[in-house]
């Protein structure tokens, strides 16, 4: 007991004694590489680039959180980023640790995390959009290079000149955008609201033209006018997924649900935890509204919820979506 205490406080004097000769920091943060993450440092002073798996760490060039790397000092004296041990992910045979960072194609950039592969576009074509000023924008495709490029013509006549010569320059492109698309989807944000209808999220570039858009679906955790802690059962401190017991409408924007449906809500606890969603579909639901408009959006049934003290704290988002992160989500008609 007493070597530990030693121990931990000698630590506490490095890190104080580090700190303190670091409190300047650049006016503006450092520009990272295509996915490093921007964070500050151990002392949390300063905004740095993490550093990535393999790279030398310390407490003021810290290892890359978000990729659940830390700074492992057993394999040397100034510290290695390392990857909590976590589940390898395969692409086209290919193995990679969690954490890993790699390139499967000249117009990807992707990670490793427990099993699961996230991308980010390295084409800047593919993600933004030509100016406003740009009346004729098309893509090209420049020989010898990855990316293609927005080019801007003045009228359609140059348009139709450009792409001739493009046609004579560049050998003919047999596959589609979406025959070389690596389809990636983030998994549906967090409700918008804790209570009553609201909207959740995600990005995605399954379609056609592999382009990434962001999708809706209207949610709803539970209705704010409900006292569910009544449905507490004696002896229990929390109700996790309560069912309506009777058929109800939905009610969008002054419009109504066509059918009526009895879903299942996330419940409430009397310990200072929180009831999330866990496993939940969308589903088409159809709407009437009073003027005889009828329409349908895209919203998330509860299939199952958890209850936890990790309950979100001053908005922090990023964090709760993924510390929280809802499984077994999928589309469906219901």
């Known amino acids: 007991m007493g070597l530990c205490f030693e121990m931990a406080c000698k630590l506490a004097e490095t890190v104080t004694h580090v700190c303190s000769q670091s409190c300047v920091c650049s006016a503006d943060p450092p520009s990272c590489l295509l996915g490093t993450s921007l964070i ?79 991308c980010i576009q390295m084409c800047a074509s593919e993600v933004l959009l030509p100016s406003p000023d740009c009346p004729y924008p098309h893509p090209i495709q420049i020989p010898g290079k990855c990316c293609e490029e927005w080019v801007c013509d003045q009228s359609p006549k140059d348009y139709q000149s450009v792409m001739a010569v493009i046609r004579q320059v560049s050998p003919p492109q047999a596959e589609s955008s979406r025959d070389n698309c690596l389809v990636q989807t983030t998994d549906w944000s967090e409700c918008s609201a804790t209570c009553d209808m609201a909207v959740s999220s995600r990005i995605t570039n399954d379609n056609r033209r592999c382009q990434l858009e962001r999708q809706t679906r209207i949610c709803m955790v539970r209705p704010c006018n409900r006292q569910q802690e009544r449905e507490i059962k004696k002896g229990k401190k929390c109700v996790r997924t309560p069912k309506a017991q009777q058929g109800m409408h939905f009610k969008l924007s002054g419009c109504s649900s066509t059918r009526m449906y009895k879903p299942k809500f996330c419940g409430v606890c009397t310990d200072n935890r929180c009831c999330t969603p866990h496993t939940t579909i969308t589903a088409e639901v159809e709407f009437h509204c009073p003027e005889g408009e009828v329409f349908t959006k895209k919203m998330m049934f509860i299939k199952t919820c958890s209850c936890h003290y990790d309950c ?14 809802m499984i077994g989500d999928y589309d469906n008609d219901m």
Do not use: W
């Open 312 to 325: 979100p704290q001053d908005n922090d988002i990023f964090l709760a979506s993924n510390t929280r992160r």
């Open 40 to 118: 500050l440092d151990g002392c949390g002073f300063c905004k740095v680039c993490a550093k990535q798996l393999g790279e030398p760490c310390s407490l003021q060039e810290p290892c890359d959180h978000h990729k659940e790397l830390y700074c492992d000092y057993t394999l040397s004296d100034s510290g290695i980023c390392m990857a909590q041990e976590g589940q390898t992910c395969d692409l086209g045979g290919v193995v990679y640790r969690s954490g890993e960072s790699f390139q499967p194609s000249c117009k990807h950039h992707c990670v490793c995390m427990n099993g699961e592969i996230g």
